[in-house]
Nanobody
Framework: QVQLVESGGGLVQPGGSLRLSCAAS????????MGWYRQAPGKQRELVAT???????NYADSVKGRFTISRNNAKKTTYLQMNSLEPEDTAVYYC?????????WGQGTQVTVSS
């Protein structure tokens, strides 16, 4: 059974930083694309960043230059380093892994950016 467990969310002031982690189990992770998505209240879930099995990263325009996605296949973990956080980044952040038709989601972790 595939499980994805996110951690690292919380409350941070504007301009601050957070690092999200997503630990996977029950999956041969090195062949999957890993990603982070987010959903703000009243809005659709949107892509934040993805990283392929080969290490190629892709970012939403709104987070380019502020967020960095990385992965450690040995630890079956993906990370999202978030810097210069803005109130508009407030959302539930979801970890995602996918390969072809196989897509798995974590339960989400809340990130709130507020003074």
């Amino acid at each position: 059974q595939v499980q994805l467990v996110e951690s690292g969310g919380g409350l941070v002031q504007p301009g601050g930083s957070l690092r999200l982690s997503c630990a996977a189990s029950g999956i041969f992770l090195s062949t999957f694309t890993m990603g982070w998505y987010r959903q703000a209240p009243g809005k659709q879930r949107e892509l934040v960043a993805t990283i392929t099995s080969g290490g190629t990263a892709n970012y939403a325009d709104s987070v380019k230059g502020r967020f960095t996605i990385s992965r450690n296949n040995a630890k079956k973990t993906t990370y999202l380093q978030m810097n210069s956080l803005e109130p508009e980044d407030t959302a539930v952040y979801y970890c995602n892994v996918q390969r072809g038709p196989n897509v798995y989601w974590g339960q989400g972790t809340q990130v709130t950016v507020s003074s």
